[in-house]
């Protein structure tokens, strides 16, 4: 089954304790992303890959690490959490099929609910 | 000022009623438009997406864009209660980044 998958789905921690949230997907997309999602300010696009080693700042990179070693893998990290960044997290994949981004297969994890206190 | 608008609703209709879900954007290098579907505790699900101005229609979903008026707009006809859901409109320009509005809450009574 087509899938990504997130972990940890519910992650309650302290201000500053650093902490992953990980992402793997089993499609072979080239192309992965993460959002926040906030009452009233819907998705907001933190980072993105196109491919392993290939990273880029989303509208939001602010306070966020990401990597991409593997295809399969795009781990979120949040060396010193805040409580602003309390939020629901999802990750994506997409195919890119001879260079051309494949709008129709798009997959959206379950999503991690983060709270910072 | 945010680059996709959509009015959060909540949108509430009767079983069989036709829908329209509607955002501005203001970002006049988007090439792409997309709709989602987002069930309560779930990831969001993409329904369709559009390039350019014009119309495209899948089933009892009909996308709409008017690049003139920056207007993107989202049909569904004989709507069921399974359509109960957020929608949620998004741009893309870059082939990369996308900006998403903040999403109608729809609900389709029996």
């Known amino acids: 089954e087509a899938q990504v998958t997130q972990n940890p789905r519910y992650l309650i921690t302290v201000t500053g304790k650093k902490l992953t949230v990980t992402c793997s997907q089993n499609?072979?997309?080239?192309?992965m992303s993460w959002y926040r999602q906030d009452p009233g300010l819907g998705l907001r696009q933190i980072y993105y890959?196109?491919?392993?080693?290939?990273?880029d700042k989303g509208d939001v990179p602010e306070g966020y690490k990401v990597s991409r070693k593997e295809k399969r893998n795009f781990p979120l990290i949040l060396e010193s959490p805040s409580p602003n960044q309390t939020s629901l997290y999802f990750c994506?994949?997409?195919?890119?099929?001879?260079?051309?981004?494949?709008?129709?297969?798009?997959?959206f994890g379950p999503g991690t609910r983060l709270t910072v206190l | 000022q945010k680059e996709v608008e959509q009015d959060p609703g909540p949108l509430s209709v009767p079983e069989g009623a036709i829908v329209s879900l509607n955002c501005t954007y203001s970002?006049?290098?988007?090439?792409?438009f997309m709709w989602y579907r987002q069930y309560s505790r779930k990831g969001p699900e993409l329904l369709m997406y559009?390039?350019?101005?014009g119309n495209k229609e899948d089933g009892r979903f009909t996308a709409q864009v008017d690049k003139s008026s920056k207007y993107i707009s989202l049909f569904i006809r004989d709507s069921q209660p399974s359509d109960s859901a957020t929608y949620l409109c998004a741009g893309e320009y870059n082939f990369n980044k996308f900006y998403f509005g903040s999403g109608t809450k729809l609900n389709v009574k029996p």
């Open positions: 994506a994949s997409s195919l890119r099929s001879s260079g051309i981004f494949r709008r129709d297969e798009q997959f």
């Open positions: 970002n006049s290098a988007f090439q792409y």
């Open positions: 559009t390039y350019s101005s």
């Open positions: 890959s196109m491919n392993v080693e290939v990273t």
């Open positions: 499609m072979n997309h080239e192309y």
